[in-house]
């Protein structure tokens, strides 16, 4: 494996007396998809929130692209990052959210559209143009100026990965991007994603539930147990073979299928 | 008591000219509050404790005394404070009186509509790496502020409501001119009836806007899907 686009080394964090995460060590490779599995409460969405810097870690350090995350270097040794230089190493990475969080007031075009013009200062016309063009891919060519309120949950969420994908990030986040849809809906995302994982030279890591999807598309699954990472390995072994009980456990609660490729 | 029309019709122009004040003084006030209603909410935002006590003790402490009492303080004993005192024009002490005032309850309109934009913008913003400046200007305040329009308005209404409070310390305006004509000729029902047939013109019909515009802001998008997520 080349060089890891993401590092976690030792990483803690509490919030309040609450210990979520206790120590992780995580390397991610340059083009790697890794599903994020575990019980609710075990800390996933931490993970991938640290890395899009949402929180910061209690302890440990996180590098993105061989760029310490939360620290930068100064004369005194490393110190906490300032908003500047999060910036500069922020730009990396992209995530799509569990609730969409498309902003309201604008068309989905405009959604789009903000991030490459006031971020990257691309040209209107340029941001216009790859705007359009990563809405079509997610299949909506033809909602462009709609408002966010106009569309279905699935929609959102195509626009949600459309606006992350336009500024181009190495790696990805998905955090329970299914969860809050309607079963019904729930495909036309998970389409997306996979093609997304088919085109495969963006890293991806995405919290999911949807077991047989993880299966699928997924070089990597994860196991997250109360914090610590309790199994590491390709999908066929963690949840086609599960060892532990307690990945037992867990994986006995979805019932929807016998995890076998269809 | 005898109602007169010859008073009556005699006192609207006098009264009119007063109505000029009345607006003038109340966009005055007006303006001076909402500029600085933002600079309260700036100033609660620096990054020192006992600094942001201090400025919420302040403001509470501006909402909870009257504004008659304030305007007194600003013009009758501010130009005897040592040092800082200044002697100030009855115009003046009363946009800076009524202004802070209610500067102090715009700010928090302002904070209410802040805290009404879901917490996913803010993050949402940080994900497509806006700068801070970016993420109040493009996102977070192009929401929280058509929310409070109708706050903002109402506080325009009772703010113009609450300008012949001006009056006392001698700002010749509607009031004090149908005082004034009562204490010359001894009527005081006409004038005082005038004025306050002015008010309601003034204020029903920006009342009826207010809604309209509220309306307006509303079409906009669907206000369910804000709240929501």
Not at chain 1, 62 to 82: C, D, R, T, Y
Request: aromatic letters at 10%; a neutral charge; glycine letters at 6%.
């Amino acid at each position: 494996m080349s060089e890891p686009i993401a590092k976690y080394r030792d990483v803690h964090k509490s919030f309040g007396d609450v210990e979520v995460l206790k120590g992780i060590d995580l390397d991610i490779g340059p083009a790697e998809k890794v599903a994020l599995i575990g019980p609710s409460g075990s800390g996933k969405t931490t993970i991938i929130r640290l890395l899009m810097t949402l929180e910061n870690p209690t302890s440990g350090t996180i590098e993105v692209n061989g760029k310490n995350l939360w620290h930068m270097e100064s004369k005194n040794g490393l110190v906490p990052a300032n908003e500047k230089y999060l910036r500069e190493v922020r730009g990396d990475i992209g995530m799509v959210f569990q609730h969409f969080n498309l902003f309201p007031h604008m068309t989905i075009l405009e959604n789009c559209m903000t991030a490459p013009i006031h971020v990257k200062k691309e040209s209107k016309a340029s941001a216009r143009k790859r705007s359009l063009e990563m809405l079509e891919k997610v299949g909506l060519g033809d909602k462009v100026d709609l408002y966010p309120s106009q569309l279905s949950g699935g929609q959102k969420q195509r626009v949600a990965m459309a606006r992350a994908l336009v500024m181009r990030p190495k790696i990805m986040l998905f955090d329970e991007v299914t969860s809050a849809l309607d079963p019904e809906l729930v495909g036309e995302v998970l389409e997306v994603i996979r093609d997304l994982a088919k085109e495969g030279d963006m890293a991806m890591i995405l919290v999911t539930h949807e077991m047989d999807f993880a299966l699928d598309i997924a070089d990597r699954v994860l196991f997250l147990n109360d914090g610590v990472i309790e199994a590491d390995g390709p999908p066929s072994e963690i949840i086609g073979n599960p060892q532990s009980e307690r990945l037992k456990d867990f994986l006995s609660r979805f019932t929807s299928s016998n995890y076998s490729h269809s | 008591m005898t109602w007169s029309w010859e008073v009556f019709f005699e006192v609207i122009p006098i009264i009119f000219k007063g109505m000029w004040i009345t607006l003038g003084l109340t966009i005055a006030c007006y303006l001076f509050a909402v500029v600085f209603g933002f600079f309260w909410l700036l100033l609660d935002r620096v990054p020192l404790k006992a600094f942001r006590w201090m400025i919420k003790w302040t403001t509470e402490f501006i909402r909870s005394t009257p504004p008659l009492v304030q305007l007194f303080f600003i013009f009758y004993a501010w130009p005897m404070v040592p040092v800082v005192g200044v002697s100030l024009n009855p115009f003046t002490a009363a946009i800076l009186g009524l202004g802070i005032h209610f500067s102090t309850y715009l700010s928090e309109v302002y904070r209410s509509g802040i805290e009404a934009v879901d917490k996913g913008q803010w993050e949402a913003a940080t994900a497509l790496n806006l700068s801070t400046q970016q993420k109040w200007l493009k996102v977070i305040l192009p929401q929280a502020i058509p929310p409070t329009i109708p706050m903002l308005g109402n506080y325009l209404i009772i703010m113009f409501k609450e300008v012949p409070l001006a009056s006392t310390i001698g700002v010749v305006a509607m009031l004090h001119l149908a005082n004034d004509y009562g204490a010359q000729y001894y009527k005081y029902v006409e004038p005082l009836t005038v004025v306050a047939l002015f008010f309601l013109l003034l204020s029903y019909p920006s009342a009826l806007l207010i809604k309209k515009l509220e309306m307006k802001f509303n079409r906009r998008f669907d206000k369910k899907y804000i709240t929501e997520s």
